[in-house]
């Protein structure tokens, strides 16, 4: 089961974040997690519910935290916050049978280093460290239509049996062809040789 997450409210709204549901929908069958922080959390924590966690959304660096959906108080939309600490105290993305989770963060800034009281940390390490197979994000604000562009060419090459760092390479090659840098945002974290294995459902 694929999970895929967005988030929008009033001027944060990223509108090619509903093209990427549909077409996470349409290639892996995929089904929404309400774009709440509690929800959220309650996804990351049942070992073995997903292959694959996507997020659409705003990251904000400086404060190690993904925007998910808010709400209105007084005519003011309120944003609400899903941070690594969150992630790491609750996340268990290694199913019993070792399978490891993938996680896409297809956010501005997601895949650096944010600083913490302990040292270095960030998305990379709060879902790696807790089970996840592979971590990919950004690591500067990237663009809404190049961002869609590359996590479909990842995907789709991925689905045809495409190495990892092969597949990166390829989206970055669709993304680039927006005319921003944004192909070059993504960081990826995995083994470099790895490949998607599907089965049917029985």
């Not at 070992?47 to 694959?52: E, I, N, P, Y």
């Not at 660096?61 to 600490?85: C, F, K, W």
């Amino acid at each position: 089961m694929e999970e895929i997450t967005e988030t929008s409210g009033l001027d944060h709204e990223l509108p090619e974040t509903a093209e990427e549901r549909r077409y996470l929908e349409q290639r892996f069958e995929a089904e929404a997690v309400e774009p709440r922080p509690l929800p959220v959390l309650n996804t990351l924590k049942k070992s073995g519910l997903f292959d694959l966690l996507h997020f659409a959304c705003h990251g904000d660096i400086m404060h190690s935290r993904l925007m998910m959906e808010g709400r209105l108080q007084n005519d003011l939309y309120v944003p609400a916050y899903l941070d690594t600490s969150l992630i790491e105290q609750n996340a268990n993305l290694q199913a019993p049978d070792g399978t490891r989770s993938m996680v896409v963060l297809n956010a501005c800034q997601s895949g650096r280093a944010g600083f913490k009281l302990t040292g270095l940390g960030g998305f990379a390490q709060a879902f790696l460290g807790n089970g996840a197979g592979a971590f990919i994000g950004a690591l500067w604000s990237v663009g809404d239509y190049p961002a869609r562009t590359f996590t479909e060419a990842f995907y789709n090459e991925l689905s045809q049996g495409t190495a990892l760092a092969r597949a990166t390479k390829t989206a970055g090659d669709e993304a680039r062809k927006a005319g921003d840098a944004t192909w070059l945002a993504y960081a990826v974290y995995g083994h470099p040789h790895a490949v998607l294995r599907t089965t049917q459902a029985s």
